[in-house]
């Protein structure tokens, strides 16, 4: 099995250690991981921002860099969703059309393809708050939606952290609710989107929860500048960290 890495330049930049541990939770499952050095951003943030034909060359070269690999994954929903669903800028094209077919988020990957059951290495005896984004729940369907009231209950982030030892989730108020990121919103609607994050940390700061945990690094970077702002004294981690046995 043969991987085209994609690490959203957000991440990249800002949160490096999390693409470390995606490629390393690749590895150790023992998945051969390829990863283009050329590769700059997806085109999301231009087309989220209604600057679609801005994304065209982002989108041209993504296409060049991953269109040769069986699957290509993604430690990141939104990323995961817009390539997925929203990647016109780009002429259509046989490589575009295998690009969309074939890109997973990291949860997708490990849960429906590798199907992985354990991760022995990892340890984390700690109260976790799962936070899956909006793009994860409603794009990509990783987990149900609390609207949609007689479908079954189920969350492919959870079944995945599950499988460490130790860890023990806590339930918080309207779980599925938007954190307030929504990408360039946080921008452009900032006092909204604070507020929406503050509205999430006191749901979850109710449940002393030790850890906000998520699938999403942009929800995470946005949660965390709202608790910076409010004080609380909470600690964040993406998914791919606690399955690589990061931190105990």
Not at 71 to 82: A, F, K, Q, R
Not at 190 to 210: P, Q, S
Request: glycine letters at 6%.
């Amino acid at each position: 099995m043969r991987v085209g890495l994609v690490i959203p330049c957000y991440i990249d930049v800002f949160y490096p250690e999390v693409g470390i541990a995606t490629l390393e939770v690749l590895e150790k499952l023992g998945i051969e991981v390829e990863y283009p050095f050329d590769q700059t951003c997806c085109g999301q943030p231009m087309a989220n921002s209604g600057c679609e034909s801005d994304a065209r060359a982002t989108e041209e070269l993504f296409i060049r860099n991953f269109s040769p690999f069986e699957y290509i994954v993604i430690p990141s929903g939104s990323c995961t969703h817009h390539i997925r669903n929203k990647f016109i800028a780009a002429p259509p094209s046989p490589e575009r059309d295998h690009i969309q077919s074939h890109v997973y988020d990291l949860v997708e990957f490990l849960h429906d393809v590798v199907q992985v059951k354990e991760f022995p290495w990892a340890t984390f005896p700690h109260k976790v708050a799962l936070h899956t984004s909006c793009s994860a729940i409603r794009g990509l369907f990783m987990q149900s939606m609390s609207e949609r009231v007689p479908d079954q209950k189920f969350s492919k982030p959870k079944d995945l952290l599950q499988s460490v030892r130790g860890i023990d989730f806590v339930d918080f108020e309207r779980p599925d609710e938007c954190c307030g990121f929504g990408g360039t919103f946080s921008v452009t609607e900032e006092a909204v989107a604070a507020k929406m994050g503050y509205d999430k940390l006191d749901f979850i700061g109710r449940t002393g929860a030790d850890y906000i945990v998520s699938s999403d690094m942009s929800c995470l970077i946005h949660l965390q500048g709202c608790a910076r702002r409010l004080q609380k004294n909470v600690k964040f981690l993406h998914l791919a960290q606690i399955l690589n046995g990061d931190h105990e």
